[in-house]
């Protein structure tokens, strides 16, 4: 068992940062990869970022490259969310998802690879 507890939301105005941070606890952090998805009111839920075991391979949306910046410390059992630049059509729920039971040496882009989940957090980005 795994559990993701998300911090670091909130309000913000475009052209801000925010920095997100998802702690896990459970089976050995370092083993697997995670990923940051978001979901928005009455849209899908999509694919932010993800990182690999030991952060040698991410891989980002295209709405977000070159804006974001996922990161892990292995040492603090901690995935985080640098997110620069911001804008209105950030705004969402942000979750963090571990992918247990995979080779964490990739950086998985779909919902479906990840099989733990936390609860959320809110930004909120204003214009």
């Known amino acids: 068992q795994v559990q993701l507890v998300e911090s670091g939301g909130g309000l913000v105005q475009a052209g801000g940062s925010l920095r997100l941070s998802c702690a896990a606890s459970?089976?050995?952090?370092?083993?697997?990869?995670m990923g940051w998805f978001r979901q928005a009111p009455g849209k899908e839920r999509e694919f932010v970022a993800a990182i690999s075991w030991s952060g040698g391979n991410t891989y980002y949306a295209p709405s977000v490259r070159g804006r974001f910046t996922i990161s892990r410390d292995n040492a603090k059992n901690t995935v985080y969310l640098q997110m620069n630049s911001l804008k209105v059509e950030d705004t969402a729920a942000y979750s963090c998802?571990?992918?247990?039971?995979?080779?964490?040496?990739?950086?998985?882009?779909?919902?479906?690879?990840?099989?733990?989940w936390g609860q959320g957090t809110q930004v909120t980005v204003s214009s």
């Open positions: 459970g089976r050995t952090f370092s083993t697997y990869a």
């Open positions: 998802a571990a992918a247990l039971g995979k080779s964490g040496r990739y950086a998985y882009t779909g919902a479906y690879e990840y099989n733990y």
